[in-house]
C-alpha cells in the first residue's frame, strides 16, 4: 500500500474506494483475506439490513421508532432526529438525496457531493475527530460499520446514536437508503429515490439480457482489481460483463500474468482528472500487456469515479455508465 501512495497519492486520498483499500492494508489483508468493505463478509452472505419497526408502506414515521443496523444493534429514536453528523461520503449523498441536507451538521473531509456538503463543518478524514463530532451534539451519526469501527466504539461509549451500514450489493444500498427514509421521516423521497435505482437497474438488465457477456478487467486503484463478494462485481455482471477477477474475493493486487492469460476484451479504469492517468501510464508499462485483446483494439474506457466507489444513490449512474460502456449498441 505504500508503493500505491506514493504512485497515485493525489487520488487515493479523497476517494471511498482508497479508503477501503487502505483500512484493509491495515488489518494485514490479503488476496484471499477479506478486503475492503468485505472485510467482514469475504464471499459470505450480505449483512442483513434491518427492516424498521413500524409499517414500511407508512409515509409518516411512529417515534419512538426502533431500527437494527448492519452491526446487529439497535438504535431507538424518540423523535426525528434534528441534527445528523456523516463520517463517509456515501452517508452524506445518501442523507441529502432524500431530502435531509438540512439536518446535515457535520460531514467527513472527503464528502464533497452535492456541492453544498462541502461547506459543513468537518469531523475528520480516515480518523473521526471524536471531540468535533460531540461539539456538533448529534442526534445521529451515519457511519460505514467497515470504515469507522474504532469511530463506532468510542461515540457510543459517550452515549451517541450511531447508524451503520455496509452495503455489499445494489439492492442493499436501496434498503438502506429506504431505512434513512424511516429514520428521517422521509419516506417519500427516499422512496422515489429507491425507486430511481431499481428502474435504472431494470433498465439495463432488459437491455443486455440477451447480450454475450464481455470478459472485463477492471483497475480502479493503480495495481488492484477487485474480485468477487463486491457490489462493483456485482455491477459488471449487472451491465453485461464478466469480471475476470472474479475468481478471488475482493481486492487484491493485479498479477500481471493472469490478466494476459484471461485476455479481456474491455479495460475499465476510473478517470482520476490527472493527465497522464497513473493506471493507465501502469498499464501501458506492463510487459507483454500489447497481446491483450482490450489493449491491441483500444478497447480501455474510463469511468466517472465516485458513483462506482461510495455505496448510495449514485451507484445507479455508475451502473448505467457501465453499461454504456460495455454494451454501447444497446445502452444508450
Not at 478486503?35 to 419512538?64: C, F, R
Amino acid at each position: 500500500m505504500n508503493r500505491m501512495n506514493r504512485n497515485t497519492m493525489k487520488f487515493l486520498l479523497g476517494l471511498l474506494l482508497v479508503m477501503m483499500l487502505v483500512v484493509t492494508s491495515a488489518c494485514g489483508a490479503n488476496k484471499n483475506a477479506d478486503n475492503l468493505s468485505n472485510n467482514q463478509a469475504g464471499n459470505a452472505e450480505q449483512p442483513a439490513t434491518a427492516e424498521p419497526t413500524p409499517d414500511a408502506s407508512a409515509q409518516t414515521t411512529v417515534y419512538p421508532l426502533t431500527i437494527k443496523d448492519d452491526t446487529g444493534t439497535e438504535i431507538t429514536f424518540e423523535k426525528q432526529p434534528a441534527k445528523v453528523v456523516t463520517l463517509v461520503p456515501s452517508e452524506t449523498e445518501t442523507i441529502y438525496a432524500i431530502g435531509s441536507g438540512e439536518q446535515v451538521v457535520g460531514v467527513d473531509q472527503w464528502s464533497d457531493y452535492p456541492e453544498e456538503a462541502a461547506s459543513k463543518p468537518k469531523v475528520g478524514d480516515m480518523t473521526t475527530n471524536i471531540e468535533a463530532v460531540v461539539a456538533l451534539n448529534p442526534d445521529l451519526v451515519l457511519a460505514s460499520s467497515s470504515l469507522n469501527t474504532e469511530a463506532i466504539t468510542k461515540l457510543r461509549e459517550l452515549n451517541i446514536a450511531v447508524y451503520a451500514t455496509d452495503p455489499l450489493t445494489y439492492d442493499a444500498v436501496i434498503a438502506k437508503i429506504e431505512n434513512l427514509g424511516h429514520i428521517m421521516n422521509k419516506q417519500s423521497e427516499a422512496t422515489a429515490v429507491a425507486d430511481h435505482m431499481r428502474e435504472v437497474k431494470q433498465q439495463v438488465s432488459d437491455a443486455v439480457k440477451d447480450a454475450e457477456k464481455k470478459k472485463v478487467f477492471l483497475e480502479f486503484s493503480q495495481g488492484w482489481t477487485v474480485g468477487s463478494g463486491t457490489f462493483l462485481d456485482e455491477l459488471l455482471g449487472l451491465a453485461g460483463g464478466n469480471n475476470i477477477s472474479a475468481g478471488s474475493p475482493g481486492w487484491y493486487e493485479v498479477n500481471a500474468e493472469e490478466v494476459v492469460t484471461q485476455n479481456p476484451e474491455l479495460i475499465i479504469y476510473p478517470d482520476l482528472k490527472e493527465d497522464p492517468n497513473p493506471i493507465v501510464a501502469g498499464i501501458e508499462s506492463r510487459p507483454g500487456w500489447d497481446v491483450i485483446d482490450a489493449v491491441k483494439n483500444k478497447q480501455m474506457f474510463a469511468v466517472t469515479e465516485n458513483p462506482l466507489v461510495r455505496v448510495g444513490p449514485r451507484l445507479a449512474d455508475g451502473l448505467l455508465e457501465l453499461a454504456k460502456v460495455i454494451h454501447p449498441d444497446l445502452v444508450k
